[in-house]
């Protein structure tokens, strides 16, 4: 039995679409042994292959053929994983540094506090109460 790649990618859940899974493999995210593959290409049992999604390559053995979308919790009867560590330590690389930056939550300044903000930044920004001698 063999099956059309993007008809595969879209059974196994790797991609959500069968569009987007054939335009995956138009512009060569999808590789064979390095080779590029075509949507139209078939599949077979046995066969290894790599997808491409930035910044991560995930390796892919084909266990068992499937034409029909899967429950997530049947894909792995049917694909087994084979990414190499180095390429998920990237992936675990990219997540952490998407947690970087505000709180969450915290949204954005109100115009309140952007007024307060330029009014401190500004060049004529005093203290009231302060002066010299106080210190």
Known sequence: ????????????RIYKTR?????ACKKGRVTMNGTQLK?????????????????????YRILQLSENRLGAKLVPDYLQDITAPDQLELLELARMAGRQGRDRGTGRPTKKDRRDIETFFSDDYELDDFSPDDV
């Open 1 to 12: 039995m063999e099956v059309r790649i993007d008809k595969y990618l879209f059974a196994m």
């Open 19 to 23: 569009s987007i899974a054939a335009d």
């Open 39 to 59: 949507p139209s290409r078939t599949f077979r049992v046995g066969d290894v292959f790599s997808v491409r999604k930035n910044p991560v390559t995930f390796t």
